[in-house]
């Protein structure tokens, strides 16, 4: 009878092991972040055979591991709920359900603050770049996103400590000549919430607070006016599944309610193939205002795309770093804006060629 029981105690663990394995072909892409899976390993290679192939495998069956969504969710489950810790070291579990992207951390405990060089080397070619643009007869507008945190940081943990230090966004918020379009003051003048507790990444009324503030400065430049409401917006309600959430409990992400404006509804039309808003460039042209606006941005700019698409007759958008100044459709705008979220100010020391 024992040796009866062995086996099936053996067969039983060997079937739970290769299980997940048995399934891999019918199973749906498991993977929790933002990229491609990895690609099928190749035992040889350009360079003959391919010394990386067994961590080439194990990458590729690591993203396609039958379940393995589900394994994360419940071991992620367990530890937020007994130790009320994050088991994603890509996130931090805050208070009341708020999570937050633990790359922002260092501009919260000011361990990512730049010296005094770096800054003016940040500086001075951002004042490049705006005199480049102005003596070409351009309006040239920096936006910078305040992280999640810079405006929430009492949902954090408390083993998290605010710096006492400036941080990079308010040392550049002192230069008047930048001319910063400052959102982390207008934000925190609004007595709602303009970020997703479960995304990194505002939600639907902070990208419309960000949208107006942005074309106002444009108005204030060039006398050119955006047809927005943005008194007597009219909306409708939704639930929003955030990246973080989805990092951490990928089987059952949480959700955050949402509000959608009719201004972001699509009328105007992409010039050649867009696969989704997180596309490198993206064209647009529309019947808006007579204005032809070139935006460098990030994925913040997501949520900006319908309002400034459907506001402006042209609009060109690039993820491409550094931006490309002396392209066409940078050079031939009447407007250009160079948004940036705070997190990525140290990367501008980077772009200095």
């Known amino acids: 009878m024992k040796t009866i029981g ?25 993977l929790t972040e933002n990229r491609l899976p990895a690609p099928a390993p190749e035992l040889f290679n350009d360079e003959g ?30 530890v937020s709920d007994i130790f009320g810790m994050s088991s994603n070291d890509k996130v931090v579990l805050g208070k009341d359900g708020w999570l937050f992207f633990h790359e922002t951390m260092g501009d919260f405990d000011g361990s990512s603050a730049l010296n005094d060089e770096e800054m003016e080397q940040i500086i001075s070619y951002l004042l490049d770049l705006k005199q480049t643009a102005e003596e070409r007869g351009q309006v040239f507008l920096i936006a910078i996103v305040p992280n999640k945190n810079s405006l929430y940081g009492e949902f954090l943990p408390t083993r998290y400590r605010q710096t006492n230090e400036p941080t990079n966004l308010d040392s550049l918020l002192l230069v008047d000549e930048l001319g910063l379009i400052d959102f982390r003051s207008v934000f925190l003048e609004t007595n709602q919430y303009l970020y997703y507790k479960t995304d990194s ?17 444009i108005e204030n430049k060039t006398g ?14 939704g639930l929003f599944t955030g990246d973080l959430g989805m990092m951490l409990f990928p089987s059952n992400p949480p959700t955050d309610e949402d509000m959608f404006f009719d201004e972001t509804k699509q009328s105007y039309t992409n010039i050649g193939r867009v696969r989704s808003l997180d ?10 205002a007579t204005l032809s606006v070139a935006m460098y941005r990030d ?27 002396d392209s066409s459709e940078f050079t031939e705008a009447d407007v250009i804006i160079f948004q940036i979220v705070e997190r990525r100010l140290g990367e501008l020391l980077d772009f200095q060629g």
């Not at 050119?224 to 309600?237: K, L, M, R, S």
């Not at 993206?282 to 808006?288: A, F, P, R, V």
């Not at 700019?301 to 100044?325: D, E, G």
Request: include cysteine; hydrophobic fraction near 40%; glycine fraction near 4%.
């Open 299 to 325: 994925s913040f700019a997501n949520w900006l795309i319908p309002y400034f698409s459907n506001a402006y007759s042209n609009v060109y958008y690039t993820r491409q770093s550094p931006p490309p100044m």
């Open 201 to 217: 990444h505002w939600n639907g009324l902070g990208a419309r607070i960000a949208a107006r503030e942005i074309m106002k400065a």
């Open 279 to 288: 596309d490198m460039r993206i064209t647009t042209e529309s019947d808006g």
């Open 224 to 237: 050119v006016q955006a047809e927005i409401d943005w008194e007597n917006g009219t909306y409708e309600t």
């Open 6 to 30: 062995y086996i099936l105690f053996c067969s039983l663990f060997f079937v739970l092991l290769l299980a997940p394995m048995a399934f891999m072909p019918w199973a749906e892409n498991q």
């Open 49 to 78: 055979f391919n010394t990386s192939f067994s961590k080439d495998a194990e990458d590729f069956l690591n993203d396609r591991f039958a379940g393995r969504t589900l394994m994360i969710n419940t071991y992620s489950r367990l």
